[in-house]
Structures are given as structure tokens and as C-alpha cells.
């Protein structure tokens, strides 16, 4: 039997998806993300529930892809379910609501990107780690860059650097940086609660028409460039770098007089 990587559960209105892999920092194994995938279509079908939370057990909210999986030349098919994954919850005709309290880096950040509404707590830390891989963040990019300001964009997409909850929001990544993560999305849900199905549904789609149209356009040739870097060289001495913890190959020492 599959080990369960996914919780899900529904109660009054609001169905809640737990990543529970906190072993590996919830990063995005295959089988953790067909269990995604699985609970989003439960909640589509249940007409009972009106909104996700999506959210996470342990310290990290999403490492992004598994690179031990990666590592063992998995990343073919990887990319494009990453994509599919995106594109399952923009589309999904109820609002998702990331509750954050963790680590985000990498393909995590695709998953903050993709809700609706994202709030994120004291103990978040997020990172477009990519670029220090030997990668770039090519289908996060469907999902991100039109939240961010083009100025946040151009740093944190070629630095690499970790930032905090409120820099985040300061520029567009999330909704919100709460103190509380537990009130607050009580308070959003409950919020939802009091809306319309049928206002919730038809009010999606206005706020997700533009990003689907860019996984329409640009998808395919971004899952193309994925997984030719994943496949590359200098990746693979990225991903060897980072699961060894050591610096890799291509670093160089900072000017210490500066």
C-alpha cells in the first residue's frame, strides 16, 4: 500500500489538503503529488465543499521537487506533472487558500503562486532556489512571475536568496503576513463559508483567466526547458552539491574586503 503523503478532510463547507511527508520537507515526490492531485478532484466533486485550504505538517510548507528522485533521472515526467499540478488548482472551480507556516523553496513556491489566497506566518521563509542548482524557475514562473513586481522578480529569481513572510507579501507572493496562522485562516475560511457557491465559482475564473492562458501559451516549451536543465550536467552537480551539503563546483568564494 501506498504510504499516505496527503491528508484530506471536509468539514463545513471547506475541504482541508495536508501535505504530511515532513521526512523529505514535503517535497514533491510523484506519489506526493498524485495524492495532491487525487484530493483537489475530491474536492471539485464534492458539492458540499465550496473552498480548499492547502497547507502542511512539519517545518517546511514545500521543499519543491525530490531531487533523490530527481537524481535518479526522474525529472522527464516530473516536470510535466508539476505543470499538470499547477494548472489542476488554478482551474479547480472552488477557491484555494494557502496556509503557510514553513519553508517554501523551488517548486513549493509554484504551489503558493497557484492559490487564490496565501497567507503566510512568522516561521515562513521562502526562495526561488533554482538558479543555485543549475536550474532555472521555468514552470513556477507560470504561477509566480504575475504576482511579483518585476523588480522582485529580477532579484530573487537570479540571487537565489531566502526572504521572509513580509517581504513576500511587500511584493505580491502572498496575501498576506500574518502573526497568527491559525486565526487568520479561520478567519478567511469562515469568510468563504459565508459566500455563495455559485458567486465563489463564477468569481474564480476572473482571477485565474490570465495565468491559465499562460500555461495555454507558454507551458509546453517551459516543461521542455525544465527538464532539459534537470538533465544537464551542471544540475547534476547542483542536486550532487546539495543532498552532499557542500558548496558546488561553479561557487565563488565573496570578496571578504567588501
Known amino acids: 500500500m501506498t504510504d499516505r503523503l496527503v491528508q484530506y478532510s471536509a468539514d463545513r463547507g471547506i475541504a482541508r489538503i495536508t501535505l504530511d511527508s515532513p521526512r523529505n520537507r514535503n517535497a514533491l ?19 458540499a465543499v465550496r473552498a480548499v485550504e492547502l497547507t502542511h505538517t512539519g517545518s517546511a510548507f514545500c521543499a519543491g521537487a525530490d531531487l533523490a528522485e530527481a537524481s535518479q533521472g526522474g525529472m522527464g515526467t516530473g516536470t510535466a506533472r508539476l505543470m499538470a499540478l499547477l494548472r489542476q488548482i488554478l482551474a479547480l472551480p472552488k477557491p484555494v487558500v494557502g496556509s503557510i507556516d514553513g519553508h517554501v523553496r523551488a517548486g ?16 515562513s521563509t521562502f526562495a526561488f532556489s533554482e538558479v543555485r542548482l543549475g536550474l532555472a524557475p521555468a514552470i513556477i514562473s507560470l504561477t509566480t512571475l504575475p504576482r511579483l513586481s518585476a ?84 544540475a547534476a552537480e547542483g542536486m550532487a552539491a546539495f543532498l552532499a551539503k557542500r558548496p558546488p563546483s561553479w561557487t565563488v568564494e565573496p570578496n571578504p574586503g567588501r
Open 108 to 123: 513549493g513556491m509554484g504551489l503558493v503562486g497557484a492559490c487564490d489566497i496565501a497567507l503566510a506566518g512568522p516561521a
Open 29 to 47: 515526490s510523484a506519489a506526493l503529488v498524485t495524492q495532491v492531485e487525487e484530493a483537489l478532484a475530491a474536492a471539485a466533486a464534492d458539492d
Open 151 to 234: 523588480r522582485a522578480a529580477g532579484r530573487y529569481y537570479l540571487t537565489g536568496e531566502t526572504f521572509g513572510a513580509p517581504a513576500a507579501a511587500a511584493m505580491g507572493l502572498v496575501t498576506e503576513a500574518v502573526p497568527d496562522i491559525g486565526a487568520s485562516t479561520t478567519a478567511v475560511l469562515d469568510a468563504l463559508r459565508a459566500a455563495s457557491p455559485q458567486g465563489l465559482a463564477q468569481t474564480k475564473p476572473l482571477l485565474t483567466a490570465d495565468l491559465l492562458a499562460r500555461f495555454d501559451a507558454s507551458g509546453a516549451a517551459l516543461a521542455q526547458q525544465s527538464a532539459r536543465l534537470f538533465a544537464s550536467a551542471e
